[in-house]
């Protein structure tokens, strides 16, 4: 059995998977397995995938399993749509290898991305850590927000934010079992954009990750409605999701008086969007959620108003 999953969420991406699936053919370690996780696709994805492999078994209507010419398993499932965050649900719940990843269906792998995670696992990796922190490369050959600092050779998740060490995105590669036990991210009936980044936090508040300065995967943004951009539109689409989120936030150890209060900000914007009534009751921290109030009032005024442009 492979060491590491790379999972592939896939949302009528047909025109630009087959990048991400021959960056895994050019791995120069297939310490690997694929797995393609089809959310309501109705392009020619599933065919796509099939085309590229042999030995091919179906599990069932909605799944098969086969093998790439290169070596490497691959598993496509499909589901019906629900958004980005159900996608990860299905991967952690059918994943079996030691580590897993998530290359989006518009990103890929430089050449020597696995064998840069197994070695560095194989050298430093033990069960406490979490897993690795990697860097996203544009399409330039740069850094998303720089490398980071030379001589930081672990962090928390959230330490790289409220410190201000890295603001952008960056690549994790997660121990499997950590994320099967906050799995699967509960969401609301009617709301696809329940960032996944809430498993993330409820593991790396416990873990550390072993920082690996190298480039584990290549960033193309895409000028649609993925979840790297219309971010107005998703408060406004799904705001119980985002209230939910801060909630945890507020709540996380590894936290500082300053991003408590811009979650309980943003907790407040996104329950006066939800009409939800038990904002205050359910809140964690009532006091900071009062102080925040009049801000959260003024910041949901101002999505409501940046989303219909």
């Known amino acids: 059995m492979a060491t590491l999953t790379v999972f592939t969420p896939a949302y009528n991406r047909a025109h630009t998977i087959w990048r991400t699936y021959e960056s895994l053919c050019r791995q120069s370690d297939k310490d690997f397995e694929w797995l393609v996780v089809d959310d309501g696709s109705t392009d020619n994805t599933r065919e796509l995938v099939r085309s590229w492999l042999q030995d091919i078994q179906d599990v069932d209507e909605n799944t098969f399993v086969g093998n790439s010419p290169e070596g490497f398993k691959v598993t496509y499932i499909w589901k019906e749509n629900g958004g980005l965050h159900t996608g990860y649900n299905t991967a952690y719940a059918h994943a079996v290898t030691e580590l ?85 991210q509960v ?26 300065n190298e480039n584990l995967c290549i960033v193309e943004y895409q000028q649609d409605d993925s979840m790297s951009r219309g971010i107005y539109r998703q408060y406004m689409n799904s705001p119980r999701s985002f ?55 003024v910041l949901s005024r101002f999505i409501r108003h940046k989303a219909k442009q």
């Open 243 to 297: 209230a939910k989120l801060r909630l945890l936030e507020m709540q996380l150890k590894r936290n500082t008086p300053l991003h408590r209060l811009r979650a309980a900000v943003h907790y407040v914007s996104s329950c006066l969007i939800a009409g939800d009534k038990n904002w205050l009751r359910q809140a964690p921290r009532k006091g900071l959620v009062l102080a925040a109030w009049p801000v959260g009032f």
């Open 100 to 184: 897993i990843v998530c290359i989006d269906s518009d990103d890929w792998m430089p050449d020597d991305a696995v064998e840069k995670i197994m070695r560095c696992w194989r050298e430093r990796g033990c069960d406490r850590y979490a897993g690795i922190m990697g860097l996203d490369f544009d399409t330039e050959g740069k850094p998303l927000g720089g490398y980071f600092p030379e001589d930081l050779k672990e962090t928390y998740f959230l330490d790289m934010y409220i410190k201000n060490i890295h603001k952008a995105d960056t690549k994790e590669v997660m121990r499997t079992e950590l994320m099967k036990k906050v799995a699967p």
């Open 187 to 212: 969401g609301f009936e009617g709301e696809k954009n329940f960032n996944p980044v809430y498993m993330l936090l409820q593991v790396c508040d416990d873990y550390p990750l072993i920082v690996l």
